[in-house]
């Protein structure tokens, strides 16, 4: 990613975050082990979380951890930081929620049971928020069934668009929880950025 670009996330993670220089610097270089241990090119995530500082200052509450991990595990459904975002921010409008949500389940002739998706979002935790969003709309076979309609009312009810929600839905067939903890990373963590590439950061 451009130098641009890595100062923003340097400094969101120092200044949305509290961190020092070198645990910034930690995480970053975590970050990058943590995607690649799931497939996910690193380069996407830092660029993610480089468009996202508004994101880390809403959803932060959890830590700067707790939104890388959110970053890759988006990455790994084909969907950016952003898009997870804007559907627990719509989530967030209890009423239009709720009411989506009564909506999809008349729709479909199921119950669509967004609470936790509505509690994870209020808490901040986007990891969580997209496993219960996925939980929630059911299997690639069962959403392949689903009219037209039925997609836009699910979508509607998820706050994301038919498309990202297809996204989701087919890359659900890779495992959704992240392989990996930040702190297994921490020997590989020299070997990740040059001093050169570090000193321009």
């Given amino acids: 990613i451009s130098v641009d ?4 996330v340097l400094g969101t993670f ?20 943590l995607a690649e241990a799931n497939g996910v090119a690193p380069q996407q995530v830092m660029k993610d979380i480089a468009n996202s500082t508004e994101v880390f200052a809403k959803f932060g509450g959890k830590g700067a951890e707790n939104m890388v991990r ?17 559907s627990a921010e719509s989530m967030l409008d209890f009423q239009s929620s709720l009411n989506a949500e009564v909506e999809a389940s008349a729709m479909l002739g199921r119950d669509v049971n967004l609470q936790k998706a509505r509690e994870l979002a209020l808490t901040g935790d986007l990891e969580g928020f997209q496993k219960e969003i996925l939980k929630q709309v059911g299997s690639e076979a069962e959403f392949n069934k689903m ?14 668009s038919v498309t990202d929600l297809n996204k989701m839905v087919n890359k659900q067939k890779e495992q959704v929880t992240l392989q990996g903890h930040m702190n ?4 590989g963590l020299a070997e990740v950025l040059p001093k050169e590439a570090m000193s321009d950061m």
Avoid: H, Y
């Fill in 184 to 187: 297994e990373f921490a020997a």
């Fill in 5 to 8: 670009e890595s100062a923003t």
């Fill in 70 to 86: 959110a970053a890759v595990q988006a990455r790994k459904l084909g969907l950016s930081l952003d898009t997870v975002a804007g």
């Fill in 147 to 160: 009219n037209v309609l039925q997609k836009q009312a699910l979508a509607k009810a998820t706050g994301m």
């Fill in 14 to 33: 120092t200044e949305l975050n509290g961190m020092s220089t070198e645990q910034a610097t930690n995480l970053a270089k975590s970050t990058a082990l």
